[in-house]
């Protein structure tokens, strides 16, 4: 499964990497994760109810979310997937977290789905976010916590030197609340989705209001403080 790939601030060989397998991670979404991403991406719009603007996701990789959420801009550091997310529409930047090449109050929402995991600072990548949102701006987190069944999934893989997890690194919900709130960010609202088990999504699930520590995909509202 490669929705989980987004290598904001990955080093050079992840980006090989990455770029080589670009249509391959494109197209999980619409095979073997097609009910994951649906609960993923219905998981967001119940969380981002209210949210409206100016939008960015940082991390956007083949523009998936960002296509289905209404998000105009995207900023990557892979070449080969910004090509698919232009094709979909987004308008797209080659960069990194770290360095977005905006001005501050740029945007009004900034999108990380998954992208938390694999930047090598989350700290400096959200302070950042927070200089180019508005006053009183939001960041939306798509994260898979590392206390939960999916994160432990993947933690697993990453003990085995996966060629793509082998990168990640997972925080547990008070680890990110306390990333968020280093950067200038007051934590909002929570909304869990994915409580079947990895190898065992049959079903589409309705997103709930709140932290579970058994949900494998969690939204996470930052509201920036100025």
Sequence with gaps: MYNRLCFVGGVALELEVFDERAKEYDGWFDEKGKLIFEMEVGAVKHAIVGLTGRMLEVGVGSG????????????????????????????????????????????????????????????????????????????????????????????????????FYQYANFYTFSQVNRMLKTSGFEVGG?????????????????????????AGFTIVIGKAER
């Design 64 to 163: 998936r979310f960002a296509a289905r959420l209404g998000v105009s801009y995207g900023i990557d550091p892979s070449f080969k997937l910004l090509g698919i997310a232009a094709d979909r529409g987004i308008r797209v930047v080659l960069g990194r977290g770290e360095y977005l090449p905006f001005r501050e109050n740029a945007f009004d929402v900034a999108f990380m789905i998954v992208t938390i995991c694999f930047v090598a600072d989350p700290v400096a990548v959200l302070r950042e976010v927070s200089r180019v949102l508005s006053t009183n701006g939001h960041v939306v987190l798509g994260l898979v916590l590392a206390e939960s069944p999916w994160g432990k999934f993947y933690l697993q893989k990453k003990a085995q030197s996966h060629p």
């Design 190 to 214: 929570v909304v869990s989705t994915l409580f079947q088990s990895p190898g065992e999504v049959v079903e589409i699930e309705q997103p709930r209001e709140g932290y579970y520590p058994d």
